[in-house]
């Protein structure tokens, strides 16, 4: 395996890590929040998923649900189809969110256009998940620093997703990304604190990665858990938990229906 600085996994290795942890989500289905089980929700994605997937299953395991936390940094969506096909048949989802941001660099993407690629690996899994039964979630993420976005406050990929869903029924877009940007939808180091913030002295609580892409407010390496309160990657969990739990619907009731017993 290939190592970069201080002896950390190079571009080659990274890439390496990627395939196995794929290949072992695959097989041995880790991540999975157990709670009822008739409310199930499966998340796919990359590195900001996976920042947020903690949080996430916290919100479902909160609305009764049960998580099935499939991320892993680097990843497109591609890497999952396999995945995807066989937790669709045996697991079933009740609802299923994609969270991807653009990855290229993995094995199956290779030779391939982003938007393309993109285009037609996530119309897939959306036609064989709501064949199954599943409502699918595609989730808008937020821009990169260096990334522009349109006069809706839209990246390419976020213009994709909403083409998708006006094809697929039963697929849906969540502008999640929105909890981190501007009001314009661009990307924002800082935004102003919200309920839940640790709030710093002059109101703006820090939500993206000095690397431009990420969440944690620290630099941190590939895949390592934020040391410190990060309030990107909660924002962004919060805004994909809250669409799955909608989907879902209110718990059923525990309360006995019809009229009490007459007294006695």
């Keep these: 395996m290939s190592r970069g600085p201080a002896g950390r996994p190079g571009p080659i290795g990274w890439l390496l890590i990627v ?26 994605g990359d590195s900001m998923a996976w920042e947020a997937q903690d949080d996430f299953a916290a919100d479902v395991a909160a609305a009764g649900g049960t998580s099935l936390l499939h ?22 989802p009740t609802v299923a969110v994609l969270a991807f ?25 959306a036609v064989r998940l709501t ?39 039963n697929t849906t877009v969540v502008p999640a990304g929105r909890a981190v940007t501007d009001p314009a939808g661009r990307f924002a180091q800082t935004v102003p604190c919200g309920p839940g913030d640790v709030c710093p002295a002059g109101g703006q609580v820090t939500v993206r990665s000095p690397d431009g892409v990420h969440f944690c407010p620290v630099e941190q390496p590939p895949m390592t858990r934020c040391p410190v309160p990060s309030a990107g990657a909660t924002r962004y969990a919060h805004a994909m938990a809250a669409a799955a ?3 879902l619907g209110p718990l059923p ?12």
């Design 19 to 44: 395939a196995v942890v794929v290949a072992l989500v695959g097989v041995l289905g880790h991540n999975t929040h157990h709670s009822s089980g008739g409310r199930r929700v499966a998340l796919w």
């Design 71 to 92: 991320t892993y940094g680097g990843t497109a969506p591609c890497d999952w189809l396999s995945d995807i096909r066989k937790q669709s048949r045996k697991w079933r």
């Design 101 to 125: 941001s653009g990855n290229t660099g993995t094995k199956c993407m290779k030779g391939r256009d982003l938007t393309s690629a993109y285009r037609s690996d996530v119309l897939a899994a």
């Design 131 to 169: 064949r199954d039964g599943a409502h699918v979630v595609l989730v808008e993420a937020p821009p990169r620093r260096d990334q522009t976005v349109d006069p809706q406050g839209l990246t390419s990929l976020d213009q994709l997703w909403q083409k998708i869903a006006g094809q697929v029924p």
């Design 245 to 247: 739990v909608a989907l």
């Design 253 to 264: 009731s525990t309360t006995p229906s019809g009229p009490p017993p007459p007294a006695t």
